[in-house]
T-cell receptor, first 113, second 111 residues
Framework: DSGVTQTPKHLITATGQRVTLRCSPR?????VYWYQQSLDQGLQFLIQ???????AKGNILERFSAQQFPDLHSELNLSSLELGDSALYFC????????????FGPGTRLLVL | QQQVKQSPQSLIVQKGGIPIINCAYE??????FPWYQQFPGKGPALLIA?????SEKKEGRFTISFNKSAKQFSLHIMDSQPGDSATYFC??????????FGTGTRLKVLA
């Protein structure tokens, strides 16, 4: 158990809908990272937050947004969902801004029908 | 330039064998190279990591070899066991805290 929690575990929704994925980092960790894992793309870095501020941005679509709240939990919002958004979404946390050791959560499996 | 190329895509070895997974990168600004192990239904877990000023790092049965001039690094698993069957990802960290992951290698160790 990494200490990172993600909810929900599974999510099934329809195209055009909007969903919110939630992540609680390990106690004391200030950085949260979001990744998308699909079969043909591997792990794609989406975005990083550090203590409430956006720190780095990867291949995150404009339809996706994220934020980190004062209690350090983070939410990833996916809107106008398309079939291709079906994937596993992982959250990871680390203690320092540079995040040498990232601890991954169990993931949220999203299926868009 | 932001890619990390990982090979092979899959690997099958006998118990006790030494699987080797290779990764190559282009961006010389990468400063940290971790390897992750992922079991089905779980998130990736850090296995071992290396910085570019070190040519080799060993932790238990896992060894990273790093060739800075060739911009390549590899993971060796000594005395592999069926319990090592998993997907392995290499990664590289850029100066702006972005992590670029390889596409993964699915390893199967036969009993």
């Amino acid at each position: 158990d990494s200490g990172v929690t993600q909810t929900p575990k599974h999510l099934i929704t329809a195209t055009g809908q909007r969903v919110t994925l939630r992540c609680s980092p390990r106690s004391g960790d200030l950085s949260v990272y979001w990744y998308q894992q699909s079969l043909d793309q591997g792990l794609q870095f989406l975005i990083q937050y550090y203590n409430g501020e956006e720190r780095a941005k990867g291949n995150i679509l404009e339809r996706f947004s994220a934020q980190q709240f004062p209690d350090l939990h983070s939410e990833l919002n996916l809107s106008s969902l398309e079939l291709g958004d079906s994937a596993l979404y992982f959250c990871a946390s680390s203690g320092q801004g540079g995040g040498e050791t990232q601890y991954f959560g169990p993931g949220t499996r999203l299926l868009v029908l | 330039q932001q890619q990390v190329k990982q090979s092979p895509q899959s690997l099958i070895v006998q118990k006790g064998g030494i699987p080797i997974i290779n990764c190559a990168y282009e961006n010389t600004a990468f400063d940290y190279f971790p390897w992750y192990q992922q079991f089905p239904g779980k998130g990736p877990a850090l296995l071992i990591a290396i910085r570019p000023d070190v040519s080799e790092k060993k932790e238990g049965r896992f060894t990273i070899s790093f060739n800075k001039s060739a911009k390549q690094f590899s993971l060796h698993i000594m005395d592999s066991q069926p319990g090592d069957s998993a997907t392995y990802f290499c990664a590289a960290r850029g100066g702006t805290y972005k992590y670029i992951f390889g596409t993964g290698t699915r390893l199967k160790v036969l009993a």
